[in-house]
T-cell receptor
Framework: AQRVTQPEKLLSVFKGAPVELKCNYS??????LFWYVQYSRQRLQLLLR??SRESIKGFTADLNKGETSFHLKKPFAQEEDSAMYYC???????????FGQGTRLTINP | GAVVSQHPSRVICKSGTSVKIECRSL??????MFWYRQFPKQSLMLMAT?????????EQGVEKDKFLINHASLTLSTLTVTSAHPEDSSFYIC????????????FGPGTRLTVL
C-alpha cells in the first residue's frame, strides 16, 4: 500500500542554519511527489513538485528512488519559513494525494 | 489565480441534522475536486474524488450515504454530511485541479464542523 512517512513532527532550527525536512514514501508504481506548505492561518498551498525540478523560496527537493525519499532542503532558513510542511504522493495517475503526517518547522531568530 | 473557496468556514449543528459544505473554484474550471478530512494534529485523509457530472469515488471506509457529494458544474462541488453525529466533527477541506494543469491541486481554506 502507498504510504508517506515524515518522521519528524516538530523541527526547530535557528535562522540562517540549513534545514532538511525528511520524507520517505512507499509505492510500487512510478511516484509523483509534492511538498505542500501551510503558513499560520492560511490554506495549504503547493511548494514544489519533483517533476518540475524547480526551487521555490530557496527550497529544493530531490527524488531518490533508491532510498524512496524526497527530502526538502534549504541552505539558509528564514523566519518566514516557519510553517507546517506536508509531503504528498500522487497515486494511480488519478491525482489522488496521500499525505504524510506533516512536520511543523519553527525558525528561531 | 487558482483560488478555491469554501462555505461556510465554520458551522455548528445539532446531532441528527444535515450540513452542506460548498467548494468553489473561483477563477478556473475544475476537472476534479477532492474532499479531505483532517482531525486535530493529524494529516489530511482523502474522503472522495468527484468529477463533474459523474458519481463521486469514495475511499475505503468512507460511507457514501453519510457523506453525499455532488459535483454539478465545473466550478462547484458540495459535501453534505447527513444525520451528523459528534464523531463527524472535524475539519473538512476541499481541493480542485485545473483542467489545464491536472497535476496540481489547489486547496480551499477548510470548514470546521462541530456537531453538538
Amino acid at each position: 500500500a502507498q504510504r508517506v512517512t515524515q518522521p519528524e513532527k516538530l523541527l526547530s532550527v535557528f535562522k540562517g542554519a540549513p534545514v532538511e525536512l525528511k520524507c520517505n514514501y512507499s509505492y510500487s508504481g512510478s511516484p509523483e511527489l509534492f511538498w505542500y506548505v501551510q503558513y499560520s492561518r492560511q490554506r495549504l498551498q503547493l511548494l514544489l513538485r519533483h517533476i518540475s525540478r524547480e526551487s521555490i523560496k530557496g527550497f529544493t527537493a530531490d527524488l531518490n528512488k533508491g532510498e524512496t525519499s524526497f527530502h526538502l532542503k534549504k541552505p539558509f532558513a528564514q523566519e518566514e519559513d516557519s510553517a507546517m510542511y506536508y509531503c504528498a504522493l500522487s497515486v494511480g495517475g488519478a491525482q489522488k494525494l496521500v499525505f504524510g503526517q506533516g512536520t511543523r518547522l519553527t525558525i528561531n531568530p | 489565480g487558482a483560488v478555491v473557496s469554501q462555505h461556510p468556514s465554520r458551522v455548528i449543528c445539532k446531532s441528527g441534522t444535515s450540513v452542506k459544505i460548498e467548494c468553489r473554484s473561483l477563477d478556473f474550471q475544475a476537472t476534479t475536486m477532492f474532499w479531505y478530512r483532517q482531525f486535530p494534529k493529524q494529516s489530511l485523509m482523502l474522503m472522495a474524488t468527484s468529477n463533474e457530472g459523474s458519481k463521486a469515488t469514495y475511499e475505503q471506509g468512507v460511507e457514501k450515504d453519510k457523506f453525499l457529494i455532488n459535483h454539478a458544474s465545473l466550478t462547484l462541488s458540495t459535501l453534505t454530511v447527513t444525520s451528523a453525529h459528534p464523531e463527524d466533527s472535524s475539519f473538512y477541506i476541499c481541493s480542485a485541479s485545473d483542467r489545464r494543469d491536472t497535476d496540481t491541486q489547489y486547496f480551499g481554506p477548510g470548514t470546521r464542523l462541530t456537531v453538538l
